[in-house]
Structure formats: structure tokens, C-alpha cells
């Protein structure tokens, strides 16, 4: 069993939740950027670049795959700050018992409870 969190223990998650969204917030900018500059650049590279090019692409999926994390774990750590803000937060979405401060501590942005979310991935 496990017990609601303490307005003391909500605070702390939050204060990890909004380190979390400045990082990703900072990450995705920087991809942008680099994006951008890259663009610049290979519209000023020669040709003949073959080799430099198709590295660059396999570069560009790892950076791309990267950016949907991030994108993907924004999106949840802002759901997570919305339900600071309306009182439901620690609570699981699908089921309404308590996630439990270890996995909140865990996963600051954790939706669901363990039972449910096992569920969810076995689906
Ligand atoms: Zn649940």
C-alpha cells in the first residue's frame, strides 16, 4: 500500500519536474539550432560530398530520434506540472490509487501507477 504524498514531498517532485523541463527545453533548442546551422552549411557544400553527407544523415536520425525523446518526455513533464498545479498530481491517471513516492521519485513525471503501467506495456 501506499500513502498520499505530503505537501513537502509534492514541492520537492515539482522542483525536479521543472529542473527536468528547463533541461529538455535546453536540449531541444540546441538541436534547433544545430538544425539550422546545418542547413546553412550543406547549402553552401560542395557537390561531391557523398561521404560527408550520408555520415551527416546518420547523424542527423540519431539527433532526430533524440529530439522526439525529449519532445515526447516535455510533453509528460508538463502534464505532470499541470497536475501539481490542479491537486491531482500522485495519483495514477487510469486507476486513481497512489503512484508512491519511490516511483514519483523515481519518475517525477509518471503518470500511472506501477499495476497500470505494466498493463499498459503488456498491451
Ligand atoms: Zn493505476
Redesign the pocket.
Known sequence: MTTPLTETQVQELRTQLEARKEQLLQELDEVQVAHRERMKAANSAPQDAYATQANQVAQDAVRDAEARRDHDELVAVRAALERVQDGSYGA??????D?GLARLQAFPAAL??I???TQLEQR
Do not use: D, F
Not at 495514477?92 to 490509487?97: I, L, R, T
Open positions: 495514477c491517471q487510469e486507476c486513481g490509487a503512484i500511472r501507477c499495476t497500470c503501467q
